[in-house]
């Protein structure tokens, strides 16, 4: 079975300093990861993506997470964090290991409230 | 622009009604979901569904119906054996059946509250 972590509910962090978001994850083939955004009373917003290649990825607004395959890890970055990044992060994982299935199930962690103080 | 359009916003319903929540994209997906969100719980998937006329269970289909009739719409139906229908529900497509990295795009959400 496939798994997210994400350990730390929430992450407080001042503005202008960098922040870290962290996911680990368990899958039994590849893994394809995915970060999300989430605003109060939204949708979800897709932030970056790990398939294959380069293990740092870069995304929207400034977001870049390392893949670690040894430490099974994405942590999400930012190199100096906006009082606007406050907001909920959420990791996802799909395993390329599906099974007999064509659908690739998409399980996501519990979440990090990331709040960025002025 | 395209995108994906959940109506209403905010839903209210007394316990034992069943209640439809709607969900419309536009960005020719072939893939649509739904999730449910509870505070501290993460997502959990209900239906998802890969091409129309054809939908396939989550982990917690129970107490939950779907429909596929076009391509378009995925609407969701909260029976009343729904135990806990009082949540966040999110909808969400993605351009590739069994896309492995396609990420999904989500509509803004329904709040259902059931009294």
């Known amino acids: 079975a496939q798994s997210v972590a994400q350990p730390e509910d929430q992450v407080n962090v001042a503005e202008g300093n960098p922040l870290t978001v962290k996911c680990t994850y368990s899958?039994?083939?590849?893994?394809?990861l995915f970060w999300y955004v989430q605003y109060p009373n939204r949708g979800l917003q897709f932030l970056l993506k790990?398939?294959?290649?380069?293990?740092l990825v870069k995304g929207s607004y400034g977001f870049e997470a390392e893949f670690n395959k040894s430490q099974t890890s994405f942590h999400l970055k930012k190199p100096s964090a906006l009082v606007s990044d406050s907001a909920l992060y959420f990791c996802a994982v799909r395993d390329s290991n599906a099974g007999g299935t064509s659908y690739g199930k998409l399980t996501f962690g519990q979440g990090t409230i990331l709040t960025v103080h002025p | 622009d395209g995108g994906i359009t959940q109506s209403p916003k905010y839903l209210f319903r007394k316990e034992g009604q069943n209640v439809t929540l709607s969900c419309e994209q536009n960005?020719?997906?072939?893939?649509m979901y739904w999730y449910r969100q509870d505070p501290g719980q993460g997502l959990r998937l209900i239906y998802y569904s890969q091409i129309v006329n054809d939908f396939q269970k989550g982990d917690i289909a129970e107490g939950y119906s779907v429909s596929r009739e076009k391509k378009e719409s995925f609407p969701l139906t909260v029976t009343s054996a729904q135990k806990n229908p009082t949540a966040f529900y999110l909808c969400?497509?993605?351009?590739?059946?069994?896309?492995?990295?396609?990420?999904?795009?989500f509509g803004n959400g329904t709040r259902l509250t059931v009294t």
């Open positions: 899958v039994s083939g590849n893994p394809y």
């Open positions: 969400a497509s993605s351009v590739e059946t069994g896309g492995y990295g396609s990420p999904l795009h």
């Open positions: 790990y398939i294959t290649g380069d293990n």
């Open positions: 960005l020719n997906h072939d893939a």
